[in-house]
């Protein structure tokens, strides 16, 4: 591991989800080693129609209400395997979707795992990252500060860009969508995008 910042602790993960997804930005992902930059967030939040929470704790679901900094797994269109990092207080109901991250390390392995050699695309997309990272439904309800999970604050300030959530009919337009600005790594561009200083 070739960052020295500080490795995130589930009290990292008690805000409310756009502040938690926002300082997502940033920060190291690792699975077994595998992983890089979080350039790609979606928050989620109970009180939120788009949310899985938002009709409350089911067995797919029951990881996503705590406690807070623990993975919540989920399959998308039954093919791709998401991965969400849980916040809030234990039993609210609310996550961070990692939707795409900056190829870092062990890039070799996700090379071999996504069948392709285009760096930019190994992660730019929420199943793209489930697949890069060998994410699988046996890491979910698993703390993120544990192996095989590695997470690590941003080492420095970022610009994070702002935009409306996508691939969701309910509360489209809820902007709570966040992304590392002039970032190529992302899945799509944000459009007329607000900057942040984090």
């Known amino acids: 591991m070739a960052t020295t910042s500080r490795r995130l602790r589930p009290k990292d993960f008690e805000g409310d989800a756009p502040v938690v997804a926002r300082a ?3 920060a190291i992902v690792l699975i077994d080693g595998v992983g890089g930059r979080i350039v790609e967030t979606e928050a989620y939040d109970r009180e939120d129609p788009a949310s899985h929470s938002h009709s409350g704790p089911t067995p ?3 990881a996503m209400f705590g406690p807070p900094g ?3 797994v989920y399959r998308s269109y039954g093919i791709h395997w ?3 990092f849980v916040c809030r207080e234990d039993g609210h109901g609310a996550g961070v979707l990692i ?3 900056e190829p870092l390390y062990g890039i070799d392995r996700m ?3 996504r069948g392709l050699e285009d760096v930019r695309l190994l992660c730019s997309g929420p ?4 697949q890069a990272l060998a994410v699988t439904h046996a890491f979910n309800g698993m703390r993120l500060d544990q192996a095989p999970f590695e997470v690590r604050a941003a080492s420095e300030d970022v610009e994070v860009v702002v935009g409306p959530r996508i691939g969701i009919s309910k509360a489209a ?3 709570w969508r966040f992304g590392l600005a002039g970032s190529r790594f992302v899945s799509r561009p944000f459009p007329k995008p607000v900057s942040l200083r984090a």
């Open 24 to 26: 997502l930005i940033g």
């Open 60 to 62: 797919r679901n029951q």
């Open 70 to 72: 623990r993975a919540y």
């Open 82 to 84: 998401c991965m969400n």
């Open 99 to 101: 939707r795409a991250v």
């Open 111 to 113: 090379i071999a795992r």
């Open 127 to 130: 199943g793209r990252v489930g």
């Open 173 to 175: 337009d809820v902007p």
